[in-house]
């Protein structure tokens, strides 16, 4: 069956250092993939989107990667701050599946300690 | 705000009661979209709409009826619902159905609670 899965359920760091979440997937052939990010009590809030053939998207502090050998995207928060606290979800089309529709991870909580 | 409205922000129902989840947006969007956020879990699609044509219906019970009276407005009609219903609600909305290649932009949900 297809999955998508997310490190762990929280993610502490402390403020200043990089924080890293992954994204994993099976039986999936996405052409693309977006990470958004959702905060207690409201609606998930777009960030990045990448395709198959870009390995890497850049925006501002956040870096996405994408790699469909091993089926991973990792996203990274550079000189995290405290109000990069926050649920991160990553989210893949499922053409394969016959659904047009973004199909998303749990996603991983992260908190970054001052 | 991200453009994409939705009311009430808030609900509270017995299992008998008959309420509806409005949804609305002027970003000029063709698609429109229910999930489901249950604690713990990934948000599950409900329903799709494309120019106010429903295109998928993700096995959902008819307890939930969905409505689409143009490109702008959505409904959930909820009615006999169950205690295990209750969740956030999310309304989305995308230029296209084609929706893994442009961003899709939520509303902030209703938080349903069945008692």
């Known amino acids: 069956s297809q999955k998508i899965e997310q490190n762990s359920e929280a993610l502490n760091i402390q403020e200043g250092k990089t924080a890293t979440l992954t994204c994993n997937y099976t039986n999936y052939s996405p052409a693309y993939l977006q990470w958004y990010r959702q905060d207690p009590g409201r609606g998930p809030v777009f960030l990045l989107l990448?395709?198959?053939?870009?390995k890497e998207k850049r925006k501002e502090r956040l870096k996405v990667t994408f790699d469909t050998t091993l089926k991973q995207s990792l996203f990274h928060i550079t000189a995290s701050q405290p109000a990069d606290s926050a649920t991160y979800l990553c989210a893949l089309d499922a053409v394969d599946t016959g659904r047009r529709a973004l199909t998303f991870g749990s996603g991983t909580r992260l908190q970054v300690q001052p | 705000e991200t453009g994409v409205t939705q009311t009430p922000r808030h609900l509270v129902m017995g299992m008998t009661n008959k309420k509806s989840l409005k949804c609305e947006q002027h970003l000029g969007h063709n698609a429109m979209y229910w999930y489901k956020q249950s604690a713990k879990k990934p948000l599950e699609l409900m329903f799709v709409?494309?120019?106010?044509?429903?295109?998928e219906n993700n096995s959902v019970p008819s307890r939930f009826s969905p409505e689409c009276p143009n490109s702008s407005h959505l409904f959930l009609h909820l009615h006999t619902l169950q205690p295990e219903d209750s969740a956030l609600y999310l309304c989305?909305?995308?230029?296209?159905?084609?929706?893994?290649?442009?961003?899709?932009?939520f509303g902030q949900g209703t938080r349903l609670t069945v008692v």
């Open positions: 989305a909305s995308s230029p296209r159905t084609a929706i893994s290649d442009t961003e899709a932009f």
């Open positions: 709409y494309n120019f106010k044509e429903q295109t």
């Open positions: 990448i395709r198959e053939n870009e």
